[in-house]
Nanobody, 122 residues
Framework: VQLQASGGGLVQAGGSLRLSCAVSGRTFSTYAVGWFRQAPGKEREFVAA????????SYADPVKGRFTSSRDNAKNIVNLQMNGLKPEDTAVYYC????????????????WGQGTQVTVSS
């Protein structure tokens, strides 16, 4: 399984960005894709996850109501729509995949993409 994250950039506080994670190499109906982020000097943390089959989602408390994760089955892409961005959302964002149900635990994910930088200015 290969994952390729894209869509990061620089945005002002209150703005929006849409991250995409292109997934290839498998049939993904039994997979879940998670988003994690790592800010400078901090541990990597869970942001959101979506199950490929059925579209079940989960979000970390700091992003609930602002971020939405969805999947495009036809294109094998998972998106993370980020609205109402705050300076504390600044981090490198990673997508990851695992077989089975969604999880907020980093160690449950077997496949990782490279990160994409999101910077939110105040």
């Amino acid at each position: 399984v290969q994952l390729q994250a894209s869509g990061g950039g620089l945005v002002q506080a209150g703005g929006s960005l849409r991250l995409s994670c292109a997934v290839s190499g498998r049939t993904f109906s039994t997979y879940a894709v998670g988003w994690f982020r790592q800010a400078p000097g901090k541990e990597r943390e869970f942001v959101a996850a979506v199950r490929w089959s059925g579209g079940t989602t989960s979000y970390a408390d700091p992003v609930k109501g602002r971020f939405t994760s969805s999947r495009d089955n036809a294109k094998n892409i998972v998106n993370l729509q980020m609205n109402g961005l705050k300076p504390e959302d600044t981090a490198v964002y990673y997508c990851a995949a695992r077989r089975g149900v969604i999880s907020s635990t980093m160690g449950d994910y077997d496949y990782w993409g490279q990160g994409t930088q999101v910077t939110v200015s105040s």
